[in-house]
């Protein structure tokens, strides 16, 4: 019977819990940055209307999948979203792209089980998973981090310290870049025509 208590006194060093607690942070800032665009697309953040409720409480794989699928269907001829979103539109799916894909490390960074190493439950050999990235085995601070929600014995990644720290600053930069983009995208086309002389993004204050 493998030793339950292997891990039990492992304690994650503060330079991990600050990168995952900056991750947390700036994740949520993205996703409510995200929200405010997504509800500014569908146009049903009017303060005459109620619309904007049904966007709160959204996680963020429903936020990008029907950003994704006004962008798809705004791209179409015939819609004035088309003239007024402009090359913006390929822009701003490229960008909710990359946020699917930085979703996805989010959620193994707060929801993982972070261990020095990863022992299997079989015969208590350590488990060397997916190195993270081309830098991770240069650090000193290297983890296994694993999901149990995948029902995969075997499915750990190994991450160091400064690579949690890279999708913090991924973040942050993607939010700066998704409200410049759409920004930009509202003051589409330059001549003010359409609604785009006075639309512009109704961004919550924090």
């Keep these: 019977m493998p030793n339950m208590s292997s891990f039990s006194g492992f304690a994650a060093p503060e ?29 049903v953040s009017d303060e005459s209307g109620a619309g904007w409720v049904i966007f709160e409480g959204q996680n963020a794989t429903w936020l990008i999948d ?14 004035e979203e088309a003239v007024r979103f402009g090359p913006n539109i390929e822009r701003l799916r490229e960008l909710l792209k990359e946020a699917q894909r930085l979703k996805e490390d989010r959620n193994v960074i707060i929801h993982g089980v972070w261990r020095p190493f990863h022992r299997s439950g079989f015969d208590g050999k350590p488990v060397f998973g997916d190195v993270r990235s081309t830098n991770t085995l240069d650090s000193k601070d290297v983890f296994h981090v694993f999901r149990s929600r995948y029902r995969k014995t075997f499915d750990a990644q190994v991450w160091s310290t400064e690579d949690v720290e890279v999708v913090a600053d991924r973040f ?26 006075t639309h512009h993004i109704r961004l919550r204050p924090f």
Excluded: H
Excluded at 16 to 36: H, K, M, P, Q, Y
Excluded at 66 to 79: I, K
Excluded at 179 to 195: Q, V
């Design 172 to 197: 942050e930069v993607l939010e700066q870049k998704l409200i410049a983009t759409y920004e930009d995208a509202c003051d589409w086309p330059p001549t003010g025509t359409l609604r785009a002389a």
């Design 15 to 43: 330079s991990l819990l600050t990168a995952i607690g900056r991750v947390a942070v700036r994740s949520a800032g993205f996703e409510e940055r995200l929200r405010d665009v997504v509800l500014d697309m569908a146009d």
């Design 66 to 79: 029907n950003g994704l699928a006004m962008l798809d269907r705004y791209a179409e001829d015939g819609w």
